[in-house]
């Protein structure tokens, strides 16, 4: 019998989608009559943009040539579509080296294959509530991993605990669920103090396209000194609309160098070079277009027709809880709203009481930490008419 890799066990059973889909599939048995809104999902609505379209059906009439067919790709990815992330970051004006940029099918895969460049002894420091992929990547591996609270009173930007020493930090910013986005300063703190810890900065930037304030940083690397301690995963998926064409990239720079227990330097960027050439052979060809093609001046103005979509329903959502005095936050510089449930309630009573009384689904905030059980997530993905249906009937519900 092969021993099995026990730390699985560990895993919190991962019930929230599909407890929200049986919910959500029961109460529409019974009420047949009720259609239901979803605001839960984290998934887009809007189609591809041109420009993905055309690089997609091009790229797919060069697989029928022989002159111009392509098997096996860099496994880093093709120097054109890392040239145009490393051209997108400098618009953003950001230095981004191209070979430090690694194309992957999404920021999940390397979120959590990342874990594989520790060791099992490092004080891992994930924030309270967010994207659940930090803590199961790490459980899986047998990790332990110490917990730093987001709650109303940061404003769910927690920062540095100075007398903490940690290695290895996880942060998402614009965050999933919160939609918290942290300014130059609070990321300021976090390199300085990664830099001092000689810790590692895990830095999930999926979102940020929807950041507006040309103020606040689109990457982490808009912070000096970030070059030597972060690793930066960034995703087409919501940018883009990719969540179905799967594409996304991570910036490992070359200045991350550590030490052996035995002295010897070792590169992130040759470490994962080595991962992904051993584990993964290469996003698609014709996919690394549809990327390289977004990242177009034209596709980015594309692109941007989408994202505005979405913040106009974002802004429906925080302009209607802003009226009925709910406190939330995100939404702003986000898909996603962030609210704390009304009355007291915890959030999947919440999430029952929208389902029987207005029909309307969202994410009960219990599903990404223990901070969230109180809070509701709502997203800006669905239709601009569901979203306002939606929150007519939030108003019904919650008028005073
Ligand atoms: N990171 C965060 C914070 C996310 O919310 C998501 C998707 O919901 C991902 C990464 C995964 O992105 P991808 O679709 O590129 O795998």
Redesign the pocket.
């Known amino acids: 019998m092969p021993k099995l890799n026990e730390n699985y066990l560990q895993l919190k059973d991962s019930y929230l989608f599909s407890e929200i889909a049986h919910r959500t599939a029961a109460y529409s048995e019974k009420h047949p009559d009720k259609p239901v809104i979803r605001l839960g999902i ?2 887009v609505t809007r189609p591809l943009c041109e420009c993905a379209i055309k690089a997609l059906h091009e790229s797919v009439d060069e697989m029928g040539q022989s002159a111009t067919f392509k098997g096996y790709g860099p496994e880093q990815g093709y120097a054109k579509t890392r040239d145009a992330i490393a051209a997108y970051y400098k618009r953003n004006g950001v230095e981004v080296d191209a070979d430090a940029i690694f194309i ?8 959590g294959n990342i874990t594989e460049l520790f060791g099992h002894d490092n004080v891992i420091l994930i924030p309270d509530p ?2 659940p ?1 930090y803590v199961d990547s790490n459980t899986m591996c047998g990790n332990k991993v110490t917990y730093i609270s987001g709650n109303a009173d940061n404003d769910f930007l927690p920062m540095p605990d100075h007398s903490q020493h940690v290695d290895v930090i996880y942060i ?1 910013s614009p ?3 919160t939609g918290a986005c942290y300014n130059k300063e609070q990321l300021k703190e976090w390199v300085d103090y990664a830099l001092e810890n000689e810790a590692v900065i895990l830095y ?1 930037s ?2 940020e396209a929807f950041i507006s304030d040309p103020e606040l940083p689109r990457s982490i690397y808009a912070i000096e000194g970030a070059r030597k301690c972060a690793i930066e ?6 940018t883009a609309g ?2 179905g064409t ?3 990239y991570t910036v490992v720079p070359k200045e991350l160098v550590f030490t052996s227990s035995d002295g010897r330097k070792m590169s992130l960027n040759a470490m994962w070079n080595r991962r992904q050439s051993t584990k993964y052979n290469g996003t698609s060809y014709i996919v690394q277009n549809a990327a390289a093609a977004i990242f177009s001046e034209e596709g980015i103005k594309e692109c941007q027709e989408n994202l505005n979509y979405y913040k106009k329903n974002a802004k429906v959502i925080a302009d209607t809880l802003t009226e009925l005095q709910i406190p939330f936050y995100g939404g702003i510089h986000s898909p996603y709203i962030w609210f704390e449930c009304p009355n007291g309630m915890d959030s999947w009573t919440c999430f029952d009481y929208l389902l029987e009384n207005i029909q309307v689904v969202g994410t009960p905030g219990a599903g990404f930490g223990e901070n969230g059980k109180n809070y509701f997530r709502l997203t800006s993905f669905g239709t601009y008419e569901s979203t306002v249906e939606a929150m007519n009937r939030f108003k019904k519900l919650f008028a005073k």
């Open positions: 984290g998934d992957s099918d999404g920021a999940k895969s390397d979120t967010v994207y992929v998402c965050n999933n669920p999930d999926a979102y995963f960034c995703s087409l998926s919501k990719f969540t799967r594409c996304g």
